[in-house]
Nanobody, 120 residues
């Protein structure tokens, strides 16, 4: 399984970015796709997840109303639309495949990170 995350970069506070994660190597129908992030000196945290077959989205309180997770099954790609970005959103973002959900279940596969920098 390969997860390729891209789309990070430098953005001003209040701006927007879209992260993409292209998945390959197996079918993911019964899995959840998640986005995690890790800022320097902090633990990795779950930002959002979505069930690959549809529905069951989850968002961390800190990003609710600002971030949107979606997937394109035809492209085997999961997206994270981020808007109204804040300096505290700056982190390395990782996509992941989770067996049951990304909140309590284990992460089966990790993608490489893509860095988001938010200037104030």
């Amino acid at each position: 399984v390969q997860l390729q995350a891209f789309g990070g970069g430098l953005v001003q506070a209040g701006g927007s970015l879209r992260l993409s994660c292209a998945a390959s190597g197996r079918t993911f129908n019964n899995y959840f796709m998640g986005w995690f992030r890790q800022a320097p000196g902090k633990e990795r945290e779950l930002v959002a997840h979505i069930r690959w077959s549809g529905g069951y989205t989850y968002y961390a309180n800190s990003v609710k109303g600002r971030f949107t997770i979606s997937r394109d099954n035809a492209k085997n790609t999961v997206y994270l639309e981020m808007s109204s970005l804040k300096p505290e959103d700056a982190a390395v973002y990782y996509c992941a495949v989770c067996l049951l959900n990304c909140i309590t279940s284990r992460v089966d596969y990790w993608g490489q990170g893509t860095e988001v920098t938010v200037s104030s």
